[in-house]
């Protein structure tokens, strides 16, 4: 059964702190994973990607994510938080052989104090 | 830009009306998916459709129908609106060939409340 899980339902972190929101996956194959934000009362936008390559992914508004294969973690990061980060972080993942369907973890809010 | 757009970004119906949910994308796609989003529950798959009349059932189809006519429009249908169907409502669209994933592309969303 492929699976996401994204075990903070919240994170919360000072403007100017490295953060990191966390994501562990199951699938069958190698894993095609994204990380999605979503703002209130807004659909989803995507943030990165990691289909194959450097284990370390960058993406929009500076976050990157990490790629750990033996952990099966795809966790995102940024070095340094700003407010306006703050928002609903969804992974995401795809297994190689089911070809379109993604599996969403349940979200995590980060909330950014100034 | 790829648009996926849907016709309302807020709904209150009653229950037992039939609703239809609209989402049109501009790129082309050949996939399209809807989702509901719940508290707590993440996004959850309902329909979707890797081209036109094809649809194929996702996790929790019960109480929903599609329709893809056109390439670029997928019509989500709640029969008769049960209010255990309050929600929001994601429809999105992604375009595949191989290892070139590109992910989905999503709608600005559908709040749907049944009263």
């Known amino acids: 059964a492929q699976s996401v899980a994204q075990p903070e339902d919240q994170v919360n972190v000072a403007e100017g702190n490295p953060l990191t929101v966390k994501c562990t996956y199951s699938v069958s194959g190698n894993p095609y994973l994204f990380w999605y934000v979503q703002y209130p009362n807004r659909g989803l936008q995507f943030l990165l990607k990691y289909i194959t390559g450097d284990n370390l992914v960058k993406g929009s508004y500076g976050f990157e994510a990490e790629f750990n294969k033996s952990q099966t973690s795809f966790h995102l990061k940024k070095p340094s938080a700003l407010v306006s980060d703050s928002a609903l972080y969804f992974c995401a993942v795809r297994g190689q052989y089911n070809f379109n369907k993604f599996y969403f973890g349940s979200g995590t809010k980060l909330n950014v104090k100034p | 830009d790829v648009k996926v757009t849907q016709s309302s970004r807020y709904l209150v119906k009653r229950t037992g009306e039939k609703v239809f949910l609209e989402c049109v994308q501009d790129?082309?796609?050949?996939?399209m998916f809807w989702y509901r989003q719940d508290p707590g529950l993440g996004l959850r798959l309902i329909y979707f459709s890797y081209d036109v009349k094809m649809k194929e059932k996702g996790d929790i189809p019960e109480g929903y129908s599609v329709s893809r006519e056109k390439k670029e429009r997928f019509s989500l249908i709640l029969e008769s609106a049960s209010t255990n169907q309050t929600s929001m409502y994601l429809c999105?669209?992604?375009?595949?060939?191989?290892?070139?994933?590109?992910?989905?592309?999503f709608g600005s969303g559908t709040r749907l409340t049944v009263v």
């Open positions: 999105a669209s992604s375009f595949e060939r191989g290892r070139l994933s590109y992910g989905y592309t």
């Open positions: 790129m082309d796609h050949e996939n």
